[in-house]
Each structure stands twice: as structure tokens, then as C-alpha cells.
């Protein structure tokens, strides 16, 4: 036998066994690097939505008013505490409501993204309401220690 023949044979070819490991590993590797991502910076916020005569004054005073007739979410410090405040714009009667269902604070590029996820409900039809232009509401405290760089509004309607 020649040098390149001698050559060729211990090239290593793996069997039936030795792919379907090699296949295992693959896929584990594969669900790793998914999960990672999945995962990756996101951090569900504790938070305490506050009655209305719990809610500081300057966000009553400043804040609210600056902002109750769009359908946003925001944060604000009052006094070194983190408040996110959840509008639903003006509305032509009373019966809409809004509420915070959770937070997420999701971390990329070195940015802070504050999910704020709200229920929206409006009121049930054919049912009598004040005709009145209102402006739904919603405030929260958080533990957050920081004001994010983003925050992003996810709205849900409710039946």
C-alpha cells in the first residue's frame, strides 16, 4: 500500500452510534443557546398599585395632568421611589378602566426596557353611564432602583 492510501484509512468515520451522538449534542446545544436568549435579562418587577389617595402629590399635581390624555406608560421619582403611571387617554363616558397586570425589565445592548403589561376594559353596551369625559388611570410603586431607558406599553383588552 502506498503513503496516501495508509493515509486515507485513519480518517475516522463514525457509525450509526456515533452520529447519533454527535446529533444529541447538537440539539442540546442548540436548546442551550434558545433558552439563554429566552431568558436573557428579563426580570419580572415587583410592584404595588396605589388607591388614589395613596398617590403622591406631584405625580397628582405634575404628572397626571401632563399626560392623562394619552394612552401611554411612564416612570417618574417622587422623593427616591420609582412610580410607573399607566393612562388610557380621555374618554367620552365613564364605565373604561385600566389596571397593571405585570412588569418585566428586559436588559439589551446595555439598554433597560420596562414592560409594563395593563388590562384595558371598556364598559359593557347598552348599559347606562354618566356622559362624562373621564381619564383612566393607573399608578404603581416598584422595587426598581433605577429609571429604565425604554418602557414599552402592552395593552389587553378585557370582555
Not at 480518517?11 to 436573557?40: D, E, S, T
Not at 378602566?97 to 388590562?119: C, P, R, S
Amino acid at each position: 500500500m502506498g503513503e496516501k492510501e495508509k493515509e486515507k484509512k485513519k480518517i475516522w468515520k463514525p457509525g450509526k452510534k456515533g452520529l447519533i451522538i454527535i446529533a444529541i449534542i447538537i440539539v442540546a446545544l442548540v436548546a442551550a443557546l434558545v433558552a439563554v436568549n429566552l431568558f436573557k435579562g428579563d426580570k419580572k418587577v415587583e410592584f404595588k398599585t396605589l388607591s388614589e389617595n395613596k398617590i403622591p402629590q406631584d405625580i397628582s399635581s405634575q404628572v397626571i395632568p401632563e399626560y392623562r390624555t394619552l394612552e401611554r406608560a411612564l416612570a417618574c421619582v417622587v422623593e427616591d421611589k420609582i412610580y410607573v403611571v399607566v393612562t388610557r387617554g380621555e374618554k367620552p363616558t365613564s364605565g373604561f378602566e385600566v389596571d397593571i397586570d405585570k412588569m418585566k425589565l428586559e436588559e439589551q445592548d446595555g439598554k433597560t426596557n420596562l414592560i409594563v403589561y395593563a388590562d384595558f376594559k371598556d364598559p359593557e353596551k347598552d348599559k347606562a353611564l354618566a356622559q362624562v369625559i373621564t381619564y383612566p388611570v393607573k399608578v404603581a410603586s416598584t422595587d426598581l432602583s433605577k429609571l429604565p431607558d425604554e418602557i414599552e406599553l402592552r395593552i389587553q383588552y378585557e370582555e
